[in-house]
């Protein structure tokens, strides 16, 4: 009787964890599949099933839209990655991916109530979320929103929250994006995408004030035409004379 029950419990929990599949809702360009019983590459088009084990590649200029339960993936130009796990349960699903190389945007929406566990891979690094959207291109991560505990192949894991960005530096830890300063670790964007614009030069104003140069502005706040002395009949506002080292006139100095 108890090997009845123990049999009947089995069986319910089979049922209640199954793997789960995922779909391509869109797609532009050369996007290909190849699942775990293929050895080759076969051109996917939208509205095709993915499965655990599928490996994911797109070309140049190409993305592709995956849909998984609560999951959508975005995948960029010159992409490849391997969904290693696909798997939901009552109330939860659990989705882990291999990137190993380019870059992805995850978006994980669980509804109300639900549970959803999504951990991206790389060689370099891991980015684990319960809930989120961020961006990862297998060393660079970006939070758009949520919580992401980005970790490298050595040292602990480092919560980066929305907003923040961080990498893996050469030792291979995460980097603290509080102790650090996050702009220096904007994700890079992958080949075949547009490059990150370059941030505005920065000018150096009287007062020890710092303000960026606008472009097609001089960077020298002095106006060269504008005369010394502005009344020079007027006894009473002296001239100060050529040579005397008194120099009263803000340089515009930019660091690049």
Do not use: C
Request: glycine content about 10%.
């Amino acid at each position: 009787m108890k090997k009845a029950v123990f049999a009947f419990i089995l069986v319910l929990a089979a049922l209640s964890a199954f793997a789960q599949n995922g779909v391509i809702k869109e797609l532009s360009g050369t996007v290909e599949l190849k699942n775990s019983s293929s050895a080759a590459f076969v051109a996917a088009k939208a509205g095709d099933i993915v499965n655990q084990d599928t490996v994911v590649s797109t070309g140049f200029k190409s993305t592709a839209l995956i849909e998984i339960g609560s999951t959508v993936i975005a995948v960029r130009p010159l992409t490849r990655l391997t969904l290693t796990e696909i798997r939901a349960s009552s109330g939860s699903e659990s989705l882990n991916v291999n990137l190993q190389s380019g870059r992805i945007r995850v978006d994980v929406n669980p509804p109300a109530g639900a549970k959803a566990s999504m951990a991206v891979s790389s060689p370099s690094a891991t980015a684990s979320v319960r809930g989120t959207s961020f961006e990862f291109d297998t060393r660079n991560l970006h939070v758009n929103s949520g919580n992401v505990v980005f970790k490298g192949t050595r040292g602990q894991g480092t919560l980066i929250t929305a907003g923040f960005n961080s990498s893996t530096d050469q030792k291979g830890s995460a980097v603290n994006p509080l102790g650090s300063g996050a702009a220096a670790y904007k994700p890079q964007m992958p080949a075949g995408t547009q490059p990150n614009a370059s941030p505005a030069p920065i000018t150096t104003v009287s007062g020890g004030e710092t303000k960026p140069t606008e472009p097609g502005k001089p960077t020298n706040p002095t106006n060269p035409t504008k005369p010394t002395n502005p009344n020079p009949t007027d006894p009473g506002t002296p001239t100060n004379p050529p040579g005397d080292g008194d120099d009263n006139t803000d340089v515009g100095v930019n660091f690049r």
